[in-house]
C-alpha cells in the first residue's frame, strides 16, 4: 500500500531537512497513521501552497499535510478530523519598533507592511480586522517572506504563532509576536485533506486519528516541535 502526500516548506509543520527528506510534526504525524493503517510506501511530494488543493484534487497524489480548514477550501476538497488548532502572529524585528501585536494594530499604522502567502487564511484575518491591500505584500512562500523580513522590505510576517516561534530560534534578529486568543470554540483547526472520491483512504485515516490524537505518545511527538497542550487540547475535545 503506498500513499503519496504533499507537502510545503513551513516549520515547524514540515519541511526538507539536512539529508533532503521531508521532516516536521504533521510529516511525522501522517507517517504514525499511515503505517497503522497499513501503508508500506509513504512518498512525499514538495509543492506550493496554491497547488495543494488542485494536486490532491486531480489525484496527483492522495493527501496533503494539515493547512486550516474553511468553507470555501471544503467546496474543493474533504477533509479529516482536525489534528490541531493554531493561533495567529507576527514575525517582526526584535524589539518591534511599531509595536505590532495584532491585525487591528497594524491597520491602524498606514506606514507599516505586512507579509503574506496568497490564499493562506491570515490575508482574510487581516482584511477583516481593516487591514488595506496597499498594506500587504505577497510572497510565494514562507522563506521568501522571512528572507523579505531581514532586508526590512515588509514590517511583519502573518503565520501561525507556533511556526513563527520556530522561525524566530533559527534568526536572532528576529521575535514572534502571538496574537490574542480567541474563544477556543471559534479558534481555527487543521486537517489532513483528501480528493473527494477517496472515501476509503480518508475514512481509514479518521478512524486512526480518533484512536491516536491526544494520546501519550501524539502529545510526546509533538512537543518535540514545539506545540502546546493549547494546540491539542481544544482538537482532541473535538475528535468525535
Excluded: C
Excluded at 477533509?79 to 490541531?84: A, D, G, H, L, N
Aim: aromatic share 8%.
Amino acid at each position: 500500500m503506498k500513499v503519496r502526500i504533499a507537502y510545503i516548506e513551513e516549520p515547524p509543520f514540515y519541511w526538507t531537512g539536512s539529508d533532503q527528506r521531508a521532516t516536521g510534526a504533521d510529516i511525522e504525524l501522517a507517517d504514525v497513521v499511515l503505517r497503522a493503517i497499513g501503508a508500506t510506501s509513504i512518498e512525499h511530494h514538495l509543492t506550493t501552497f496554491e497547488e495543494f488543493l488542485p494536486g490532491v484534487k486531480e489525484g496527483r497524489w492522495d493527501m496533503n499535510v494539515p493547512i486550516f480548514v474553511t468553507t470555501e477550501r471544503a467546496e474543493h476538497v474533504a477533509f479529516s478530523v482536525p489534528v490541531w488548532t493554531l493561533g495567529d502572529g507576527f514575525l517582526v524585528h526584535r524589539g518591534n519598533s511599531k509595536a505590532l501585536a495584532s491585525y487591528a494594530a497594524l491597520a491602524a499604522r498606514s506606514d507599516a507592511r505586512l507579509g503574506v502567502i496568497p490564499g493562506q487564511v491570515q490575508i482574510h484575518a487581516a482584511k477583516s480586522a481593516g487591514v488595506a491591500d496597499s498594506q500587504l505584500v505577497a510572497f510565494k512562500d514562507q522563506p521568501e517572506a522571512v528572507a523579505a523580513l531581514l532586508a526590512g522590505k515588509i514590517d511583519a510576517f502573518a503565520a501561525t504563532a507556533i511556526g513563527n516561534r520556530d522561525t524566530a530560534s533559527k534568526h536572532s534578529e528576529l521575535e514572534a509576536v502571538a496574537h490574542e486568543a480567541g474563544k477556543a470554540a471559534n479558534s481555527p483547526v487543521g486537517a489532513f485533506s483528501f480528493s473527494k472520491g477517496n472515501h476509503a483512504l480518508l475514512q481509514a485515516v479518521n478512524d486512526q486519528l480518533r484512536a491516536y490524537l491526544g494520546s501519550a505518545d501524539h502529545r510526546k511527538l509533538v512537543a518535540k516541535y514545539g506545540f502546546t497542550e493549547t494546540e491539542i487540547n481544544g482538537v482532541v475535545a473535538r475528535k468525535g
